[in-house]
């Protein structure tokens, strides 16, 4: 009796069958378990590998050797390539890296993938590189977590400073002002009804409206007028209580000023999709390499207001076109965080680490984990998981990403001159503790005081027009027409005559 099993790569890598027992007929079966007898995949004995993949750095990087699509390629030193290489050197393997000729993750059409999951799907690779999970397709592949997926994130300008015009109404906000001048106006009425009141009991001064609304002013400006005005008990009561909320306004404005003056603030920044969407007339774009996979499908199928219209208004650009176009303004690129990151810092960032762009630092997820793709039934990916699983919790492949971004970084760094461009528009920083008001400080003041000015002159020129009006000698119509005006008599016209009439 002869006894074999089957051994998908003893013959050189090939599938082939093994010679476990051989029994005569006069000897005796052994008791002995023939099934796992020896772990066939701990080695699969040289057997090439089939590879697909997509250029993502730090995931993945490589240098193609053909102009045609889907050749041969060469990796270059990123995530994936350590982690392929270690893997060889442990289980015995050799490897093939194809391009995928469209450079994409695939997208679902009809239940049939496109991309690297459509020739996982069809068996025609082995494995691909760093793909992301979703529930399509986890039914046609063999997903294996490798690391945590790459976050998405807005980058935008930096800051800018705010104008110095308004620096006198920023330290308090408008609705604070709107309740301030509501509570002048209502201070100043009630003080004008209580004196009215009184004075109709015939105990207490009569005062105009505009004399309350103008006194109240004073004191809320801290220049109370020089003309005492007389309350009641009820009216000074009053009084006492505005002049503590005077006291404890200005007290907080003119903190809030000193503050404001010396450390000019900036502008907010746009830190989440939120932000984005509420900007005027602000323009957004992401890579078109992004929208051939579950970013994609990310974007297209979710249900939020704010994702519709980023996704409506969204443009396609590369990373380089996209962030000059972020240096003129109003713009902003949805990209991954490493990978922007990388470009920034290798390209737009000088050597005080000064960069003109900011980075949000609150970022959305789009998938669960980042890993590799295997066609279904590949015998192999238990002992990819195994090899993955103990390189994660050792540490390795983190440690790895940030050792790959920093090499990129410094190479980039070293082979290309520093964008020029990035130095002149950097914001400008330092230390501004000991700062000098300049007329540039104070310049709302300026503002404020030729406002005034104007306004002044303005309701002289009023004043003066209705006096003109009432003291010019006008002549008087009469209602019927053709009938002449009777003519004033000089005698009676005389001051003579009206004396005389009063005497009399």
Not at 81 to 106: H, Q, V
Not at 110 to 130: A, H, K, P, S, Y
Not at 150 to 171: A, E, G
Request: aromatic share 12%; with cysteine.
């Amino acid at each position: 009796m002869w006894v074999y099993r089957r051994c998908l790569y003893c013959n050189n890598g090939e599938a082939d069958v093994q010679l476990v027992i051989y029994q005569g007929h006069t000897s005796l079966f052994p008791q002995m378990d023939i099934f796992n007898a020896k772990d066939e995949l701990s080695s699969l004995m040289g057997h090439k590998v089939r590879i697909v993949a997509v250029p993502y750095f730090p995931y993945m990087d490589y240098e193609t050797t053909t102009q045609e699509p889907g050749g041969i390629i060469i990796p270059r030193d990123s995530v994936d390539t350590r982690l392929i290489y270690t893997f060889a050197s442990a289980i015995n393997f050799t490897f093939e890296i194809r391009e995928e000729p469209e450079r994409s993750w695939g997208l679902q059409e009809n239940g049939v993938f496109t991309g690297m999951m459509g020739q996982l799907q069809r068996e025609e690779t082995d494995f691909c590189t760093i793909a992301g999970p979703s529930p399509e397709r986890l039914k046609v592949v063999e997903y294996l977590r490798g690391y945590p997926s790459d976050l998405m994130t807005l980058t935008s300008l930096k800051p800018s400073l705010l104008p110095q015009h308004l620096s006198l109404i920023r330290p308090f906000q408008g609705e604070l002002w709107l309740a301030m001048l509501v509570s002048v106006m209502v201070w100043s009425v009630i003080l004008w009804l209580l004196q009215k009141t009184w004075k109709r009991s015939g105990d207490g001064q009569e005062v105009s409206l505009a004399t309350t609304l103008l006194y109240g002013l004073a004191l809320l400006l801290g220049k109370p007028p020089a003309t005492t005005l007389f309350f009641n008990n009820s009216g000074r009561l009053l009084v006492g209580w505005w002049l503590v909320f005077c006291l404890i306004i200005t007290t907080g404005y003119s903190s809030s000023l000193i503050a404001h003056m010396t450390v000019q603030g900036k502008t907010r920044p746009i830190e989440t999709m939120e932000d984005l969407v509420k900007q005027h007339n602000w323009k957004w774009a992401t890579e078109p390499w992004l929208l051939k996979g579950v970013p994609f499908d990310y974007f297209s199928k979710h249900t939020d207001p704010v994702v519709k219209k980023i996704f409506k208004n969204m443009e396609v650009e590369v990373a380089d076109s996209a962030l000059q176009k972020v240096l003129a303004g109003s713009y902003t690129l949805i990209d991954f965080e490493n990978y922007v990151t990388i470009i920034v810092a290798s390209r737009y960032t000088d050597t005080r680490g000064n960069t003109p762009f900011f980075v949000s630092k609150k970022t959305f997820s789009i998938m669960a984990a980042f890993g590799w793709g295997f066609r279904k039934g590949a015998p192999f990916y238990p002992r990819f998981h195994q090899l993955v699983s103990r390189l994660e919790d050792a540490g390795i492949v983190s440690y790895w990403i940030k050792d790959v971004i920093e090499r990129r970084v410094r190479e980039n760094r070293k082979t290309a001159a520093l964008n020029s461009q990035s130095a002149l528009i950097t914001t400008p920083s330092g230390d501004q503790s000991n700062i000098a008001l300049g007329i540039r400080h104070m310049q709302g003041a300026f503002y404020v005081v030729f406002l005034g000015s104007s306004v002044a002159f303005l309701t002289l020129l009023g004043e003066n027009l209705a006096c003109w009006r009432r003291t010019s000698p006008a002549g008087v119509k009469n209602s019927s027409p053709g009938v002449e005006p009777n003519p004033v008599s000089p005698i009676a016209a005389s001051p003579d005559h009206e004396t005389k009439n009063i005497v009399k």
